[in-house]
Structure formats: C-alpha cells, structure tokens
C-alpha cells in the first residue's frame, strides 16, 4: 500500500491510518527561526549573490527517477512534495523544523525538486526525502540562519500540527553535518507517538552550495535509531549536484 513513492506518505499516511496498529506517529522535520515565517526580516540578502537555479536545472542535478543508491532507489514523490503547508509548528519559530517549503521562512525558494529515496518494497525499512531548494539574493544563507536559530531555540521540543493529528518533538539535538558545502546543519530529533508511549527518532541534515539548499530528512518507520541519515545517499546526491553545477547544468 505503501510503495517507493509514497513520501512522507509512509510516516504520515501511516501515523495518521495505522496509529492503532504501529503505536505511533512518527514526524517530518523541518526548519525555522525566531517567529512567524522565521523571523528573518532583518537578514538583507546580498543581490552579487548567485542566480538562483531554475526547476529544470535543479531536476537536472537531483536523483532521477529509478536511479539507484547503493541499497536504496529514488523516486518521485506521487502525492506531490512532501511536508507542505498543512505541516506546522507551535511556536511558530519551530516551523522550519518542520519544512522548508515556501511559507516556512521569510524566504520562499524559487525552485524546488523533491525526490524519495528507500529500499524498493520494504515497508519498514529507511526512507530519506532529498528536496533541493534555490534561492534568489542570497536568501539561501538566511534560511540557514534561521534553521540553525530554529534548532537552538526549540532544542527543548515543539509540537507539530497537521489537519487531523499532532506530534509532540521531545527534544532537538544537533547531530553531525557533513563536511561539503559551503555550510551544513543536521539534527536528530526525538518524537512522541500519538499513544505517548513510543519514542521514535528522525534526523534531518541541510547542505547550503551558494544559492542552493540539499535537504535529506530520514526516518524509520519504528523505534529504531538508524543514527542519522545514510551517508552514501547524502554523498551521492551532493556529488551529482555539484558535477552538474560545475558542467553548467
């Protein structure tokens, strides 16, 4: 029921159709910064920086439908990007720990790719979103910033909100970033399930290369700590980003 491109679908659909069953409603992360839609009314973007990528351009260096990764393939997202605007923070400076989509910060991306990556078939296994994100002005800088302030002011946890259902974050952690980019965020999140019984962890990790965000939020769908998101996935995308940028794709 829940195949390879069924997003967030499989935390989200589950914990929301299948509560009963898993005890547990395992969240989507996010990012955000001190209030409202990040609070980063007084970050002024630079206009010398570097022009934000189209969609095709992104589609151009973000995993391709199919494509394999080790033990895991990517897809395409068919029920559209996930972790949209009907996911929110309460207090609202939380929301980017949520999403990243438009509306999240004070800087909407001008484009954005969104892609799956899992093991095909496996129901319980580890799902990654990879979303790649441009930004105009060097708003892609500021949207770290208030990442990085979201992460800090809501170590202590905050509750996401959705149409029908909650989930109550524990605790926000830093966890370790990889080394490329031009800077890098990751978290470890732990979540409550619905029943306030089970403990469930996700980590999210956020690359910066000038004018473009890499997002990767992993999960797992059970009590199990997978430790972080897988390194061969967050490699292999940055790799193909960064071919593609130096080829002028």
Not at 41 to 57: G, N, V
Not at 196 to 203: D, I, N, P
């Amino acid at each position: 029921m829940f195949g390879a491109g069924n997003q967030c679908g499989r935390r989200r659909a589950v914990a929301l159709l299948v509560a009963v069953v898993l005890g547990g409603v395992s969240a989507c992360g996010g990012s955000d910064d001190k209030g409202g839609k990040g609070g980063e009314a007084d970050d002024k973007p630079s206009a010398s920086a570097p022009k934000a990528l189209t969609e095709a351009q992104l589609k151009a260096v973000s995993f391709t439908d199919g494509e394999k990764v080790g033990p895991y393939t990517a897809s395409e997202f068919t029920l559209g990007a996930p972790l949209g605007e009907d996911y929110t923070a309460d207090p609202a400076v939380c929301q980017p720990l949520v999403s990243l989509a438009e509306g999240a910060t004070a800087h909407d991306p001008a484009a954005e790719v969104n892609r799956e990556v899992d093991v095909a078939d496996e129901m319980a296994g580890i799902s990654v979103a990879v979303q790649l994100r441009s930004y105009a002005k060097g708003e892609a800088a500021a949207v770290m910033k208030a990442l990085a302030a979201a992460g800090t002011q809501c170590a202590g946890g905050f509750v996401e909100e959705r149409a029908i259902a909650k989930a109550k974050y524990l605790k926000v952690e830093p966890a370790k970033a990889p080394a490329f980019g031009d800077e890098a965020k990751a978290y470890r999140f732990t979540i409550l399930d619905v029943k306030g019984k089970l403990k469930l962890h996700e980590y999210l990790t956020v690359v910066r290369s000038g004018s473009t965000t890499l997002s990767f939020r992993a999960d797992f769908l059970g009590t199990k700590d997978i430790g972080a998101v897988p390194a061969e996935v967050m490699t292999a995308q940055w790799e193909k980003f960064e071919a593609g940028r130096r080829s002028g794709a």
